[in-house]
């Protein structure tokens, strides 16, 4: 299949491209930051999420992964949740925006625990929520052609995450919270966007939380300025 993933250079969005390729299907991606994947099968877009006009023309993926995000940045409601939306809008629909595109059968949102719990920055939090209640409302105007499904990681090891990941101290404190003690690896929740995207053909509508137990804290560990 043909699959559009956003924020491919690093972390839950390069590891989503590369499962996808090793799989067997041709991918698209798109960040702001230059190609990190060379394959084939790979063809890298340096493009805005913000601005739905810079967006790259004349793609029709069959599956969309909207992963692109930032955290704590000044402007995590404008690419967290207007880009998922603008991403989402420009690709999932026919010209118009009210039917589906032909070829589409699959969305998934890169969301957060955080959408479920508000532990974390204040627009993050509101940020991913809002790619909550945007899963529901994208998957009732896709079906029953298509399917729309959030997936929602609790602690990932990525670079965003290097201030807690560093410092001994504070990752202490996250273990402690942590039932599994340990955090999930980009490649783990890869594994959970594929089965949402490609394996599922019944589910549409949820917002998946995958997390190993500490959702239940609010304990929201990160430096003091």
């Given at each position: 299949?043909?699959v559009?993933?956003?924020?491919?250079?690093?972390?839950?969005?390069?590891?989503?491209?590369?499962?996808?390729l090793?799989?067997?299907?041709?991918?698209?991606?798109?960040d702001?930051l230059?190609?990190?994947?060379?394959?084939?099968?790979?063809?890298?877009?340096?493009?805005?999420?913000?601005?739905?006009?810079?967006?790259?023309?004349?793609l029709?993926?069959?599956?969309?992964?909207?992963?692109?995000?930032?955290q704590?940045?000044?402007?995590?409601?404008?690419?967290?949740?207007?880009?998922?939306?603008?991403?989402?809008?420009?690709?999932?629909?026919?010209?118009?925006?009210?039917?589906?595109?032909?070829?589409?059968?699959?969305?998934?949102?890169v969301?957060?625990?955080s959408?479920?719990?508000?532990?974390?920055f204040?627009?993050y939090?509101?940020?991913?929520?809002?790619?909550?209640?945007?899963?529901?409302?994208?998957?009732?105007r896709?079906?029953?052609?298509?399917?729309?499904?959030?997936?929602?990681?609790?602690?990932?090891?990525?670079?965003?995450?290097?201030?807690?990941?560093?410092?001994p101290?504070?990752?202490?404190?996250?273990?402690?919270?942590?039932?599994?003690?340990?955090?999930?690896?980009?490649?783990?929740?890869?594994?959970?966007?594929?089965?949402?995207?490609?394996?599922?053909?019944?589910?549409?509508?949820?917002?998946?939380?995958?997390?190993?137990?500490?959702?239940?804290?609010?304990?929201?560990?990160?430096?003091?300025?």
């Amino acid at each position: 299949m043909d699959v559009l993933v956003t924020g491919t250079s690093r972390g839950i969005g390069r590891g989503t491209a590369e499962l996808f390729l090793a799989r067997g299907h041709r991918v698209w991606g798109l960040d702001v930051l230059p190609a990190s994947i060379e394959h084939p099968r790979y063809q890298h877009f340096v493009a805005d999420v913000r601005g739905r006009e810079a967006l790259p023309a004349d793609l029709a993926p069959q599956v969309i992964v909207s992963n692109a995000g930032v955290q704590d940045s000044g402007a995590d409601i404008d690419v967290n949740l207007k880009g998922a939306i603008n991403v989402c809008e420009r690709y999932a629909f026919a010209p118009g925006g009210r039917a589906p595109a032909s070829q589409v059968r699959a969305v998934v949102l890169v969301g957060s625990s955080s959408g479920h719990t508000g532990a974390e920055f204040p627009e993050y939090a509101a940020s991913k929520g809002g790619v909550l209640a945007y899963a529901k409302n994208l998957a009732q105007r896709l079906a029953p052609q298509a399917t729309c499904n959030s997936v929602d990681p609790g602690g990932v090891l990525t670079e965003l995450n290097r201030p807690v990941m560093d410092d001994p101290v504070l990752w202490e404190r996250i273990m402690s919270l942590t039932p599994l003690r340990r955090w999930a690896t980009p490649e783990e929740i890869a594994e959970w966007i594929y089965f949402v995207g490609v394996t599922n053909r019944f589910m549409t509508g949820q917002n998946l939380l995958i997390d190993g137990g500490e959702a239940g804290s609010f304990d929201f560990v990160w430096p003091e300025e």
